[in-house]
């Protein structure tokens, strides 16, 4: 292949993967808005899950709340 193409093929793959953090960034930010946590309580989940993954027990442990999502379907 050449030269060109390479570079092509690189700088779409550096596009993807931007595009990609730039996606989980906001599902990230999206779930932390839906849990309503502190940034406090966020900080305690983030070093609980350094160790754990997170559930429901460890989110109490901290005083998340969530509230429930609503179905654009559901009339």
Do not use: C, H, W, Y
């Amino acid at each position: 292949m050449s030269e060109k193409s390479d570079k092509l093929r690189a700088m779409l793959e550096k596009e993807k993967e931007r595009r990609i953090q730039e996606e989980d960034s906001a599902e990230v930010n999206e779930m932390v808005r839906t849990a309503k946590v502190t940034p406090e309580q966020l900080a305690a989940l983030l070093r609980q899950s350094a160790t754990a993954t997170p559930n429901p027990a460890a989110l109490s442990a901290v005083g998340a709340t969530f509230e429930k999502e609503v179905d654009a379907d559901e009339d």
